[in-house]
């Protein structure tokens, strides 16, 4: 079983993540409604299996209008991601084993009106953090919304982040503290317009699991990506 296949156990009820999923489905609820009428695309980045989308499209009343990529490295989750998208017939998803940190692997799936960014700031450096968010409005359509998650483990860098985002030109719709955890969501928007889609750029590399941020603890509670 592989390290992020374990990780997703504490998504189950009464987990360590589970508050922060919660929060998130809502976000990703909250984006597809406030899209523009029409056909509207969705990318997730280090998908895992892919719950945070999954488990709210099927019911949501843009569903129809939704196509979507997932992508993520681990094969146990894409596996079950496409395994979810099956049992709810979500024709027009797909979930795709390959490198999200890679722009290529979004080749065709972009600009997007909604991409989610989560479990992935807490895992890099914090200069790759910066240059993910330099490099977002190559993804976004205009007025696309942006869902991204950080634990706030010290040194606490949410404060850096939605700055980074505000320099970029993105406008911040909430940011949730999720309670009981260190972890928060923060919800950005794209103004637009796109800008031109490089699909030869790096966003960021996973550090090694003893040097993550994600592993630091300030205290008893929960951290999270």
């Known amino acids: ?3 992020w296949t374990d990780w997703h156990k504490g998504y ?8 922060r999923l919660e929060v998130v489905r809502r976000c990703v609820s909250e984006a597809l ?7 509207l695309r969705v990318v997730s980045l280090c998908a895992g299996d892919g719950r945070d989308l999954l488990e709210v499209l099927p019911s949501h009343p843009r569903r ?18 496409r395994a979810r998208i099956a049992d709810a017939r979500l024709e027009r998803v797909e979930f795709v084993l390959g490198d999200a940190s890679r722009t290529m692997v979004l080749e065709g799936a972009v600009p997007a009106e909604v ?15 910066h240059n993910t ?14 869902v991204w998650t950080r634990g706030r483990f010290p040194p ?7 700055r980074w985002f505000a320099e970029e030109g993105f406008r911040e719709l909430e940011f949730v503290e999720v309670p009981g955890s260190t972890a928060s969501v923060g919800v950005h928007v794209w103004p637009g317009p796109s800008r031109p889609f490089r699909p030869d750029v790096r966003l960021f590399t996973f550090l090694p699991k003893e040097q993550r941020p994600s592993q630091r603890r300030a205290d008893p509670r929960p951290a999270t990506a």
Do not use: W, Y
């Open 1 to 3: 079983m592989g390290e």
């Open 12 to 19: 189950g009820k009464d987990g360590p993540h589970a508050g």
């Open 33 to 39: 409604d406030r899209a523009a009428p029409g056909p």
């Open 64 to 81: 129809s209008a939704v196509s979507a990529r997932l992508v993520d490295s681990e094969p146990a989750l894409v596996q079950a991601g």
């Open 115 to 129: 991409v989610l960014a989560c479990g992935i700031f807490g895992n890099i450096s914090d200069e790759d953090v």
């Open 133 to 146: 968010v330099r490099h977002l409005p190559e993804l976004c359509a205009q007025g696309a919304t942006v």
């Open 156 to 162: 606490d860098l949410t404060p850096t982040v939605r």
